[in-house]
């Protein structure tokens, strides 16, 4: 069984040098207080071409301060489409894209800063 995109774009993300030099491994789908990291959000709809699962994804990147927040959104921003391959056992990333520049978000709870992009991800059976 495949794994969820939601799921995969953890897994992908913890691959990339530049999110896990800010992050260490702190990306989930979970809200994460403290350091810099990110929230990974499956969106609504996408689509299935056969054995194919296309999906949108929202990626919060958090931290202290608007700098560092700004350069883990930038380094999602340019390494992202370089994502492929194997996710796990199950899973294959067929292809990764950007929705949407990320785009200064505080949260207007917190006040906490915050940038917001949107990925996309094509994954298949392996």
Do not use: F, H, K
């Not at 292809?95 to 994954?123: C, F, H, K, Q």
Request: charged share 15%; hydrophobic share 40%; proline share 7%.
């Amino acid at each position: 069984m495949m794994t969820t995109p939601d799921a995969a774009a953890i897994a992908l993300l913890r691959t990339l040098s530049a999110v896990t030099a800010l992050t260490s491994t702190r990306i989930s789908t979970d809200y994460l207080p403290g350091s810099a990291s990110i929230r990974v959000t499956l969106l609504p709809g996408g689509q299935a071409e056969q054995e194919l699962w296309r999906a949108s994804l929202q990626i919060e990147c958090w931290a202290t301060d608007q700098i560092v927040a700004g350069q883990l959104a930038t380094a999602v921003r340019t390494s992202w489409p370089s994502v492929r391959g194997v996710v796990d056992s199950s899973t294959w990333c067929a292809g990764a894209w950007i929705e949407s520049n990320p785009t200064w978000m505080p949260d207007p709870e917190s006040d906490r800063p915050r940038y917001i992009l949107t990925v996309g991800l094509w994954l298949g059976p392996r």
